[in-house]
């Protein structure tokens, strides 16, 4: 197969582990940083892989606030060929089937071989786009990848609950990658950098690509939120062992665990 | 919105439920909008009753988790249950089992060249069920294989979808779903604006129902046609498979653990003691441990009769997978977060306490 033409969805999360709770139970969400969610990185990584291996044609899209350009120009650096940041306030308010009709509009105008996602995202943990997405776009997914194989044409490994697949992987398709530590981003390069310089974030809005209104952002959400209840986590009042004597320490557990 | 009450919209004509203003009336639209979008189809909404539940099985017996989600359904049901079981001869033998946990109506789907979990054969085969049926609404166990389903049945049906819910309530026909979100510090309620409503459940949610031995129910056998089917080049089972969420006793290794040779010799101890080990976000990133043995949001949910975390902060995002009973914390901090969930806490090094007991074992 020749040099594949491959999609990266991207999303701008809250960095969830510098969110923390105050006294009162409430989350401390104020300047907590926006970050790259970890799962699209995978996805990310992947796909530049293949474009070092096999010379495959990267472009990463993201439909976010005006902001996450900054995040785009990052995946400019890491070396993919484009970056194209999907913004308008007919966006907001999305809920997962809103978000892959949008996501569809933009993909059935483009040229591609296989849409690269994270399985989930850190901030809904909801992992309802990729699947939605493959449906509105009538063509197969393939979820949980881990690793793909280029030997052999395009094999890729899916990690389900109790067994693993490989399987055989032709374009075109929607792939969802989870986190695997054997992977890593390749790092960017000087000339990466360089050329990143060059370049440039498209920005596109639902005009441009040719959305209706009434299918995208909250009028397209078939879900609602009703109701938000903070949950007021019960605090203890736990039995403190100090000392140093570990001895002690670990015979206090073993008579928890009944030995 | 009733427009077309029969069959699959195929075409562009037919204004599918999704289009509430129907500006995609004309045929213009069908150039610039993906297929899928147009190919909803739109179940009447004034009968739509009862709920379908997808059974997870392998052949032989269903997912663990589907009996505390049929007795869920069961509950809220204003009309019948239905079960959809993908399933070849063997899965006759699920029938009484399913009956007496509270299934009316089992659809048994065949197709005997069908091996494999294949996600897009089955979310084509089930639209065609919900055409049917007309479900009030459709859950699944949010396992990996419900939650590569559910999404790709929603959006066939231009339905509405709540991932991973922990409560599930009914009034008359509507559903009122409820999950965690920001860590499980918020509960978020969600409602549906149209039937039928779709939800995937978090396994082990519901208590199993007491079941009603010799409740007898309907069985239909259907074949299906298979589309856009997944080659599977080689299949493995993982073997020895330790399955954090169904353990009793956790040993769980968070960032104070600082060496490798400390994440072996927590094995060893599991091993003793009869635990299973899990970890942490960060031990899972630095591959010392599979994310498969990751608790937390990004993780696991696991409910373990005790949780023994050793050099574990505490994070939002660790605590959202947690439901211990118990919680020993070992901790060099006294003010570490999960001290405030913890039952006991040991201020001292995870390392040496885990070499202690191991030497308190073998004495």
Known sequence: MSEPRIIVLMKEVPDIDLVTISDEGRLERENVPSVADPFC??????????????????????????????????CLEYGTDEA??????????????????????????????????????????????????????????????????????????????????????????VVSFIRYPETNIPLPSMTDFIDARKKDVTVMNAWMLGMPLNMIGSKGSRTRVTGIATVLKRKKEPVFIEGNDVSLAAKEILKEVGI | MSGCSSGSCSSGSCSSGSCSGGSCSSGDCDSTLPPGILAAYDLEQDTADGVLVYIENDGRSIHPSMKGLLGKAREISSGRVFGILFAGVSGKSLYDELFSCGVDTIYHMRNSSVKEFQPVTYAEAMADVCHRVGPASILFSATPQGRELAPLVAAKLGAGLTADCTGLESDGRKLIMTRPALGGNILATIACDTFPQMATVRPGTFPDPIPEEGRRGTAFSRPYKTV??????????YTG???????????SLGNG?????????????????GAFVSCSRVLADNGWMPYSSQVGQSGKTVSPDLYIAFGISGSVQHMAGLRAKRIISVNKDRDAPINGYADKVIVGDAKHIIAAMLKSLEE
Not at chain 1, 47 to 61: F, W
Not at chain 1, 107 to 115: A, E, H, I, T, W
């Open chain 2, 241 to 251: 498979k330790d399955d954090i969420t169904s353990a009793r006793i956790l040993i």
């Open chain 2, 257 to 273: 653990i600082r060496d490798r040779e400390t994440v072996d010799r927590a094995y060893e101890l599991a091993e003793r003691i």
């Open chain 1, 84 to 173: 194209i940041l999907l913004t308008d306030r007919a966006f907001a308010g999305a809920d997962t089937l809103a978000t892959a009709r949008a996501l569809g509009c933009f993909l059935k105008g483009q040229n591609y071989d296989y849409v690269f996602c994270g399985v989930q995202a850190t901030d809904g943990d909801t992992g309802q786009v990729p699947p939605e997405l493959s449906s509105i776009l009538e063509i197969p997914i393939y979820s949980y990848v881990s690793d793909i194989d280029l030997t052999d044409g395009v094999r890729m490994t899916q990690m389900y609950e109790d067994e693993c697949l490989v399987i055989d992987a032709p374009p075109k398709a």
């Open chain 1, 41 to 74: 990185m995978m996805a990310l990584g992947h796909a530049i892989r293949m474009k070092k291996d096999m010379g495959a044609h990267v472009t990463a899209v993201t439909m976010g606030p005006p902001h996450a350009e900054g995040m785009m120009r990052r």
């Open chain 2, 228 to 237: 856009m089917e997944k080659k599977v080049v080689s299949k493995e089972r």
